[in-house]
């Protein structure tokens, strides 16, 4: 708010005793939009009761309207969306109401702080007890954490071992692999066995090559003629 230098900020504080789930709508344009105004409130929550206010003091060509709600949380959200929200021209000023609040309605608005509160404080209690169902199914996907080395039972050991042995032996055992003679026809078309054949001949001539083991010659060594500055 502006004030002057020597002036201490002006602060308002809400508490669960100045919230409520009766609204006051004041600053409503004068044009029968009650209708529009209880679906634009009502978007934000249950409305249990809206009516205006008829023998309430206002501004010319505006009424005010009085809007129940069901629940204070959808009251709370409603108010700090559209106070000040412009509504057909008019900025709409909401404010709370408490003072129509019965004793029924106090003490369900402080009880349901009060659990409000305790959630926030223990998040994990609002879940309620498990049944032991649902604790052996949680369990069930939960892989358990490796375990070290030294605390790996022998007999887990023995089996591993076993059955790498086994997969060796087995390896071992079968047959070895049949060695293809270089001269075998592989396929039933004559040009195709002429083309194999050609090309491992001249593979065969590399291979004979003596240039092959020759080492090929180093490269000398560049002498840098540079002048130095």
Partial sequence: MPRNKDELPAVRVYTVCDESRYLIVRNVPALGCGDE???????????????????????????????????????????????????????????????????????????????????????????????????????????????PSNCIPHQMISKQREHAESEQSSHMNDPPLPMVSSNQEYFSSPSMNETVQLVRDKLDKIQSSPHLDAQPALKKPRVDNRRRI
Wanted: with cysteine.
């Fill in 37 to 147: 105004l209880l679906k634009l409130f009502g978007s934000y929550g249950e409305i249990e009761e809206c009516k205006p206010m008829d023998e309430e003091d206002c501004e010319p060509f505006t009424d005010v309207y009085w809007i129940k709600f069901v629940q204070v949380s959808n009251a709370r959200f409603a108010k700090r969306k559209l106070d000040e929200f412009v509504f057909y021209g008019n900025r709409l000023q909401v404010s709370y109401a408490p003072y129509f609040e019965s004793l029924s309605d106090t003490k369900e608005k402080l009880e349901g702080r009060r659990k409000e509160v305790l959630a926030r404080l223990n998040p994990g209690r609002t879940k309620g007890p498990t049944s032991h169902n649902q604790g052996v199914v949680s369990e069930s996907f939960v892989s358990p954490a490796p375990l």
